[in-house]
């Protein structure tokens, strides 16, 4: 039996964290679950810690990149054989976090929960959509690998996986560029078909249709740091991953 | 020959000026080096920036010699030249010890996180 450790990154969700861990202890009751509370002014901790998670509680916002890899280190210090990520705003649907762990093996060390590997009601705004297929360019430009949805932050992870990217990961805007880092340490990624749900509180960084500048940032400086991981030394990514 | 190290083309009136600036520019740092404001590294880059800023109003001819030497014609250009790079390179230090720190803060605040979980859960064990 895997031990498997559900990481949870939390900031200012009280509105949906409760319901999001109560419905990913039924799908997978085995699971160890950690809600990271990235400096959450609201009641997020005490309603994670009330659902059963345990809380580890940042003392200020460290941003998304910083909240995971808090999670990731969590997970690979308590010697986890799998770690999944799941956002806490109900946007993923836990019931396939058991797929997305049971994908985990000899030919995927991530495994991520796409929206566009299959026919899916998902429908992205025409900026996220320009920005998910230059992004998806951009990686096989600079690794060789089609990834799809690169910014889709449903992961299940294995063990080396998981201690790699504790010991280092990207900061800012962190799903895509760690997808570089991994396949430049030469560790393997598969994507499976995954629904997700229209988010139930909170706001994503990319508004669902309209354009707005901060939705352009976003898009530019993850394309920049993709390109940027790609010019990073691969010879000590790949020894540190051996 | 002295009397053109000494001024150079510059008026007289602009030296003395530069002059009494890069003296009150050089006490400053001097100043905040004794009362251990500065990092060791950056007092030594400071008192020596603060020290070639007074040499160089005092003997203002020095600028048109150095200027002539790389080709540069007019040399409040080559006086310019010398500090845009020099605060260039300064600034890009500056972002890899921000980078760096930003990182160590990182760091720390995940330990902290981590370290208040794990004595909360024995305590709570110790107690409950």
Known sequence: MRRVCVIMPAFNESASVGRVIETVRDVLPEAHIVVIDDGSTDATARLAERAGAVVVSLPFNLGIGGAVQTGLKYADRGGFDAAVEIDADGQHDPAFAVRLVAALGREADMVIGSRFTAATTYRPGWLRLVGIRTFSFLIKLVTGKRVLDSTSGFRAYNQAALAFLAWRYPADFPEPESIVMLLNAGFKIQEISTVMQTRQAGESVIGRSDFSWRAAYFVLSNAIAILVSGLKEKRSLKHRAA | ?128
């Open chain 2, 1 to 128: 020959m002295i009397q053109q190290i000494l001024s150079g083309t510059i008026p007289a009136r602009i030296q003395f000026l530069a002059l009494v600036g890069s003296v009150i520019l050089l006490g400053i740092i001097v100043n905040l080096i004794r009362r251990e404001k500065l990092k060791e590294g950056y007092s030594i880059i400071w008192f020596l920036v603060g020290l070639a800023m007074v040499t160089f109003s005092a003997l203002a001819g020095l600028l048109d010699v150095f200027a002539r030497s790389v080709g540069i014609s007019y040399s409040p250009a080559a006086l310019f030249l010398i500090l845009i790079s020099g605060l260039l390179l300064l600034s890009i230090h500056f972002s890899v010890m921000v980078s760096k720190h930003d990182q160590r803060y990182r760091e720390l605040a995940q330990e902290h996180a981590l370290l208040r979980a794990r004595l909360e859960a024995a305590e709570r064990g110790r107690h409950g």
